[in-house]
């Protein structure tokens, strides 16, 4: 059943490719060559076939009920409904186009308790983006990753990095001047390496002491300036886990909106089984042939260790190093 101004064509459950990792796959044209047409975006924003998303706290407002998943979906609406809960400097984003529809996320944050008060009260309710991301269609989560990085970015960039005066925000969202040195703020993407070390078929997966029970994960770690994705890969094995590499393998990338990250997943060939962990960044590690591998992915536990769910882009790691022949 459609709810109030939900969006149909993007509230349906479908079942996206099987390799499509969460996050990835945005279905909207960006029309990037809009946002400086300010008379356009105005006109967009108030267009009654509009979709605007609201975000509190960084939260997505979501359609349905607030206990589980069943029949929860995006709370993309009419434009006029949420916007009266914006602070007038509040971040708004224009995400892109499908078709003619234009689609906005707004902030809403100032509210003090949008979910029961005030216009959108009744209609839905606010949800942690990460818990979202496993009750909404696979093309929404994409959408959601889009706007919560931006209006996040937003948050935590509204001062000048260079002379600390209050940033305007620009371009329907992708750009912040300062008006007093003229510096340009733009929309940061902060690349973090994920690689699973192999060896003669198994791969190396640890435990980071910060993860719940034993779950263990692909390691990861940021890509410093001035460095290669297969340099990142191979310091990272190194400090973490004492482990050389050879041949670095790309696999594919991940948006990760929490904050600002884009995981790149990657296969590195050790030159032996060997390994100490550095105990402040990883608790255990240890090696995993494929067919336990197999087993972990579809969801058993092994001596009771686990692996991360598909969210992550480490579960599909491990998933292509257990689908190799
Ligand atoms: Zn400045």
Known sequence: MARPGSYREFSVKTEGPTRMIPFSGNPLDRASEKRTDTGWVEAKRRDPGSLVWPFWRLQPFLFGPEKG?????????KPGLAESLMAPDAPWVFLGLEGERALFAVD???????????????????????VAAAAINLKDVAIMGQAKAMIDW??????????GTATVMKDAGYRRVCESCEAEHFPRTDPVVI??????????VGRNARFPGQMYSALAG????????EEAVRRELMEEVNVKVGKVTYLATQPWPFPSSLMIGCLAE????DFKCDENEIAEARW???????RLIAGERVEGLFVPPAIAIA???????????
Do not use: W, Y
């Open 270 to 273: 050790a030159e032996s089984r």
């Open 288 to 294: 995993v042939d494929r067919a336990t591998a197999k």
């Open 315 to 325: 579960h599909h790691l491990i998933k292509a190093f257990a689908e190799m022949e």
């Open 154 to 163: 937003h948050q935590r960039h509204g001062f000048c990095a260079r002379c």
């Open 222 to 229: 940021f890509v410093e300036p001035g460095e290669s994705i």
């Open 69 to 77: 998943n069943d029949g929860v979906e995006a709370g993309l609406m």
């Open 108 to 130: 809403i944050s100032a509210a003090r308790d949008p979910a029961n008060e005030g216009p959108i009260a009744g209609l839905g309710h606010f949800r942690d983006a990460r």
């Open 195 to 204: 690689m699973l070390a192999t060896h003669d078929g198994a791969c190396l």
